[in-house]
């Protein structure tokens, strides 16, 4: 028997029946711890107001009348800190448990998910902003696009939580990750080198740390073991490395936050703005970013990605980033 779900306007009580060691710091220890926008350019599309109310309002009326179904439903893909927008949209369009949604869907890294959307095999993305290759082959490929922000991000810094040191300024970090400063007494901390961890040039946190950090500031090389694989990874090696305080890592707050990786480590303040959902929404804190939905440009007005597409920019979409602890762009 097929899985049914008539797609009205979602209400309140629905989204919310939806579930969203101690170590020193220099010794060691035993403890471890846009308008829409068709687009093959490098720059990613802004979001336009008029463009954005007249898509949620089409959404509502779409939505009113398509039925989601297992065999209609599009195949989404993105990023890691994405997923679980991913769980809940489909928990919700389906009528389904987060359970069986979770089982349904794969999220690859951020540049991966665009190979997928380019190749016809993923149909709709959650993603972060890639890096400028993907643009470029996109380009090559004249793959055109609509991609739209959904919720605004930042980009947090941490440390173990026994690290002194609880604020850092914008220039003590880009100086920290080009190499210029290399111990913590150099920005009010102890007499311990500094361990900066970075993620891998695929991941989308590495692409909002050129982005919206580094800009043109040349980052130092790692070695493999300051460059783990995952984000779960980094935020492990952020706690343990070297069974000290001593590394700083780098995280989206959603994943830092509503994901609950971080415990046991501190979320740094940035030129004294502590990171919330408020000082990302308000734009104070100085590291922002945001999360997009793609699609390709050529979805027709009536397939499910695109009613999909549309859905999660407007007004019940919005709601349900907001319950799942994104920080929604309207």
Known sequence: MKTRRTITTMSLALITSISVGTLSSCKRSETNASSTSTTTSTAVPTTDATSATDSATSSETEVATFEFTKENYPTIDGST?????????????????????????????????FDYLMNGEADILIVAEPADFVFESMAERKFDYEMEPFANEGLVFVVNENNPVDSLTVEQIQKIYTGEITNWKEVGGEDCPIAAIQRNEASGSQVMMHHVVMGDLEMMHAPTEMVPGGMSDLIKTVKTYDNSAN??????????????????????????????????????YPFLTSYYVVINQKEPADSPARIMFNWILGEEGQKLAEMEGYVPVK
């Open 247 to 284: 590394a700083i890592g780098y995280t989206p707050y959603y994943y830092a936050t509503n994901m609950k990786m971080a415990d046991g480590l501190k979320l740094l303040k940035i030129d004294g703005i502590e990171p919330s959902a408020d000082t990302i929404a308000s734009k104070e």
């Open 81 to 113: 800190a994405n997923k679980p927008m991913g769980v809940a949209v489909t928990s919700v369009l389906l009528g389904i448990s987060r359970e069986e949604a979770d089982s349904m869907l794969e999220f690859h890294m951020t540049d991966y998910a």
